[in-house]
């Protein structure tokens, strides 16, 4: 079957910009998680939905982001005001539940570069 | 505060041997999960193997296994038998169990190179 999705693949934005990125999970996946991926570093936690509500958003680093999940399938995560430290790759993933086993399954990634 | 450390950056292994790439945690949570990913030149993040803390065996799938030292808090990863497409960059990751945040906390990754 299709794995996650993720829209655009790569994204070049101006300083000051709003920007939004898309994922689509799974098919029957409930959880979705969004991840930030500096060059060289391992992916860091934004932020974790069950279904349609944000289980956990600790990891948005402030107010310029948000995310949503409208109708618990797709999900959005939107940046204000870009600047040039938002810059990184976005990775979203998704699984069947919220479980500790549940191996997440990753898109590909959204390339965002703000100029 | 629940932390992956991975202290070797980058690691060569000649092709056909084994090679074990180092990973330690550390969390007051009982109950976790610790999972390996290997990320390709070509960014997509792959599953290779988890293990649960209250796992009383060693995980293994296929070529990799997960050597496992509760104690130690170490889950240092095993590829046996290492081939050219093996060369990537590989990340543990560990799961609190108890709080309901389902998020992955990574280490800084190790980059392995298979020589022909």
């Known amino acids: 079957g299709a794995g996650v999705s993720q829209t655009p693949s790569n994204k070049v934005t101006e300083k000051g910009k709003y920007v939004e990125l898309r994922c689509d999970p799974i098919s029957g996946h409930t959880a979705l998680y969004w991840y930030r991926q500096s060059l060289g570093q391992g992916p860091e936690f934004l932020i974790y939905f069950q279904g349609t509500g944000a289980a956990d958003d600790s990891g948005l680093p402030n107010d310029r982001f948000f995310a949503v999940r409208p109708e618990g399938s797709v999900s959005t995560l939107k940046i204000q005001r870009t600047e040039r430290g938002d810059s990184a790759v976005y990775l979203c993933?998704?699984?069947?539940?919220?479980?500790?086993?549940?191996?997440?399954?990753f898109g590909p990634g959204t390339r965002l570069t703000v100029t | 505060a629940q932390k992956i450390t991975q202290t070797q950056p980058g690691m060569f292994v000649q092709e056909k041997e084994a090679v074990t790439l180092d990973c330690t945690y550390d969390t007051s949570d009982p109950s976790y999960g610790l999972f390996w990913y290997k990320q390709p030149s070509s960014g997509e993040m792959i599953f290779l193997i988890y293990q649960g803390s209250y796992d009383q065996q060693n995980a293994t799938e296929g070529r990799y296994s997960l050597n496992f030292q509760k104690a130690r808090k170490s889950a240092n990863l095993v590829i046996s038998a290492s081939q050219l497409g093996d060369s990537a960059m590989y990340f543990c990751a560990m799961r609190e169990g108890t709080s309901n945040t389902g998020k992955l906390i990574f280490g800084q990754g190790t980059t392995l190179q298979v020589k022909p």
């Open positions: 993933a998704s699984s069947p539940g919220g479980g500790l086993s549940y191996e997440q399954y």
